[in-house]
């Protein structure tokens, strides 16, 4: 069963930082791009980072440039998204998505894989 389960989020205040997982199950998770996008009450699903199957190239939102970073473990099937310097403005349901189709993926048209989310809850 193909599965991208994430975990981590929570409340936290405004300046505090949180560590979000996405484990990966039932798929070749070492072949994939993987990716973060968040969704904000009434907004659109948007792109947060993405790093390439390897681990190398990672690639950020301006809105989140420098204050976040995403690194996978391959051996344990696993990406995560550490998020620093967190502000209201950051709160949203976090996903972890995973492609095959594009080494440096940037939409969510380019996904095929899709977590449930975790919910982001950040105070000022």
Known sequence: QVQLVESGGGLVQGGGSLRLSCAASGFTFSSYTM?????????????????????????????????????????KNT???????????????????????SWLATTRDEYDLWGQGTQVTVSS
């Open 35 to 75: 990716g973060w996008f968040r969704q904000a009450p009434g907004k659109e699903r948007e792109f947060v980072g993405t790093i390439t199957w390897r681990g190398g190239s990672p690639y950020y939102a301006d809105s989140v440039k420098g204050r976040c970073t995403i690194s996978r473990d391959n051996a």
């Open 79 to 101: 990406v995560y998204l550490q998020m620093n310097s967190l502000k209201p403005e950051d709160t949203a349901v976090y996903y972890c998505a995973a492609t095959r189709r």
